[in-house]
T-cell receptor, first 113, second 113 residues
Framework: DAGVIQSPRHEVTEMGQEVTLRCKPISGHDYLFWYRQTMMRGLELLIYFNNNVPIDDSGMPEDRFSAKMPNASFSTLKIQPSEPRDSAVYFC???????????FGSGTRLTVV | TQLLEQSPQFLSIQEGENLTVYCNSSSVFSSLQWYRQEPGEGPVLLVTVVTGGEVKKLKRLTFQFGDARKDSSLHITAAQPGDTGLYLCAGDGGGTSYGKLTFGQGTILTVHP
C-alpha cells in the first residue's frame, strides 16, 4: 500500500495565480479530508468528503478555495486567486472509519510570494 | 465548536526522563486519537481510545482516556531522542460530526541525548 499520495510536495507561486493541489487516497477508504497546517493556527480542517460527496466545507476560508472529488481515487484542492496568506502546508488524509484513524499524506508546502 | 487544548506546548527534556502530555476539552468525544508528526511529514496515528477510562500501552507510551471522555493523556517512560516530534491529540465528536477530527495545537517534544 503506497499510502496517501499528494502532489506536488512543494509549490511556489506568485500572488494571483491559480494553484491546484492533488491527492490520491488509500484504496477502499471512503473518507477524504483536506487540512491546512500553520504555526499560528495548527491543523485546520478545510473540507471532507464521504463516498466522494462533500459533507462539511465550513472550514474553507473563502470562495477562492474549492475542492472536488470526481471519483474515489482522486481529489483536488484549488486556490484561485492565491494570496500570500494562503502559504501553509496542505495535507490530505483518508480514513475507513473515524475510530481507525486517519492516514495522512506527506503534504504540499505552498508558498505564495 | 469543539476545542482541544494541549499542554504543555513545548517540552524539552533529557534522555531517560519521563513526561506527560495532556489534552483537555469541555466537550465529549466519541473517540480520541494521538498522532506524532516529524518535520516534513504528515501526522502518523499512534493510538485510538474509545471507551471512557480506557488505558492503552504502546511500548514506552501509555495513553489514557478520561472517564467522561473529555480529556486524555500521553505518558512516555524513559524518553529517547527518537521520541522527538510534534504530538497531536484529535477528537471525533461523533453524531452528525462523525469522522470529523478536531486537532489540538500540539506539543513539541525535544529529547536531548
Amino acid at each position: 500500500d503506497a499510502g496517501v499520495i499528494q502532489s506536488p510536495r512543494h509549490e511556489v507561486t506568485e500572488m494571483g495565480q491559480e494553484v491546484t493541489l492533488r491527492c490520491k487516497p488509500i484504496s477502499g477508504h471512503d473518507y477524504l479530508f483536506w487540512y491546512r497546517q500553520t504555526m499560528m493556527r495548527g491543523l485546520e480542517l478545510l473540507i471532507y468528503f464521504n463516498n466522494n460527496v462533500p459533507i462539511d466545507d465550513s472550514g474553507m476560508p473563502e470562495d477562492r478555495f474549492s475542492a472536488k472529488m470526481p471519483n474515489a481515487s482522486f481529489s483536488t484542492l484549488k486556490i484561485q486567486p492565491s494570496e500570500p496568506r494562503d502559504s501553509a502546508v496542505y495535507f490530505c488524509a483518508s480514513s475507513l472509519m473515524a475510530e481507525r484513524g486517519y492516514t495522512f499524506g506527506s503534504g504540499t508546502r505552498l508558498t505564495v510570494v | 465548536t469543539q476545542l482541544l487544548e494541549q499542554s504543555p506546548q513545548f517540552l524539552s527534556i533529557q534522555e531517560g526522563e519521563n513526561l506527560t502530555v495532556y489534552c483537555n476539552s469541555s466537550s465529549v468525544f466519541s473517540s480520541l486519537q494521538w498522532y506524532r508528526q516529524e518535520p516534513g511529514e504528515g501526522p502518523v496515528l499512534l493510538v485510538t481510545v474509545v471507551t471512557g477510562g480506557e488505558v492503552k500501552k504502546l511500548k514506552r507510551l501509555t495513553f489514557q482516556f478520561g472517564d467522561a471522555r473529555k480529556d486524555s493523556s500521553l505518558h512516555i517512560t524513559a524518553a529517547q531522542p527518537g521520541d522527538t516530534g510534534l504530538y497531536l491529540c484529535a477528537g471525533d465528536g461523533g453524531g452528525t460530526s462523525y469522522g470529523k477530527l478536531t486537532f489540538g495545537q500540539g506539543t513539541i517534544l525535544t529529547v536531548h541525548p
